[in-house]
């Protein structure tokens, strides 16, 4: 991807349109997924690829740079060689050219290779369970992670549109959004963990303890980080930082793919701001629609820091 972000310059701001949702075994998905659907499903994984998966905006850009900075040694140097979604290629990504597929970036990058998902687990590319490849997957609590999306369907230009906030978090409910339900999504790839090398982790446990999460990525990628080491990747990966860092923030695509005087990529980045969005109602609304299955599923988010829900 390295020297696109100049061709999107002379690039015709019309080719970005707004997606449209199709359902693919049940899940909806945008129209451009949908279309290659069986290029993405016969996907190639490597035994030592890792998968890094979740549901959009649940802390994917932060485990990226984390996981990047943990396999080059913190040195933010080397992270800073190309845009994070060069660094890393989101195959479930088919933009119109230049901007290239990810599946292609992914199958043209040399090995080992760390691959972005946002898939439920059910529609990952069998190749990965076959190839019995790692993978890292973030989830975040269903109130933060819908207004965040509210937010991104505003800004990015190849997003459904949202409509306003009450019919966005309608949408968001039933899984009529990109990527499908939260709950399905969040509560499959928990399942999963149990007979696969995942890493379940959490956005608020990466809010509350930073450097206890980023131990924990690198003892399941079997890297040992020194003190000073580890010291450099919080500081680098600290909601400050990567807000102001072009390699992070998706400053490098134009304005009319990602607008940020809409609203920025890094917007807020903290635990609680859906309170800010929801009425009494809509919360406890979620509440109930989310709490059964959750509860069956043993699985617990927290909506603010120092409390359980
Ligand atoms: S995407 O488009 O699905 O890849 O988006 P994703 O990266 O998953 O989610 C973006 C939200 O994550 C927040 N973010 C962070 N929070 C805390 N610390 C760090 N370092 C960090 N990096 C990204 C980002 O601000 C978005 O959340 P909101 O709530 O909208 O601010």
């Not at 933060?144 to 999306?149: G, H, I, R």
């Not at 959750?294 to 829900?309: E, K, Y």
Request: aromatic content about 12%; glycine content about 6%; hydrophobic content about 40%.
């Amino acid at each position: 991807m390295m020297g696109v972000e100049s061709q999107l310059e002379t690039w015709p701001a019309e080719l970005i349109k707004r997606a449209t949702l199709v359902e693919v075994e049940g899940v909806s998905l945008t129209n451009d997924v949908a279309e290659n659907w069986d290029a993405l499903w016969a996907f190639k994984a490597r035994p030592d690829d890792l998968l890094i998966s979740t549901y959009p905006k649940a802390g994917t850009t932060w485990i990226q740079e984390i996981v990047d900075m943990i396999q080059h040694g913190g040195d933010s140097q080397k992270c800073a060689r190309a845009p994070i979604y060069s660094r890393i290629p989101f195959i479930d990504l088919f933009p119109p050219p230049p901007i290239p597929k990810g599946l292609d970036e992914a199958e043209a990058m040399p090995s080992p290779r760390t691959i972005k998902t946002h898939l439920p687990v059910q529609l990952v590319p069998p190749s990965f369970w076959v190839q019995n490849c790692k993978m890292i997957y973030v989830a975040r609590n269903a109130k933060d992670n819908a207004v965040s999306y509210f937010h991104f369907h505003r800004m990015n230009q190849g997003m459904p549109e949202p409509g306003t906030w009450d019919q966005f978090l309608e949408n968001f409910l039933t899984g009529q959004v990109a990527w499908g339900s939260w709950l399905d999504h969040v509560c499959g790839w928990w399942e999963a963990k149990d007979r696969h090398p995942i890493l379940y982790l959490f956005y608020e446990d990466m809010k509350e303890d930073l450097s206890r999460e980023i131990q924990k990525v690198a003892q399941f990628l079997g890297i040992q980080l020194p003190d000073p080491v580890l010291k450099q990747i919080v500081q680098h990966t600290a909601f400050e930082s990567m807000k102001t860092n072009p390699m992070a923030n998706y400053s490098t695509l134009p304005a009319f793919i990602m607008d940020q005087d809409v609203s920025p990529f890094m917007r807020k980045g903290i635990v609680g701001d859906w309170k800010q969005h929801f009425t009494v109602a809509q919360s406890e609304r979620l509440d109930d629609i989310f709490a059964q299955k959750l509860q069956s599923n043993g699985l617990t988010f927290r909506s603010q820091l120092g409390m359980q829900c």
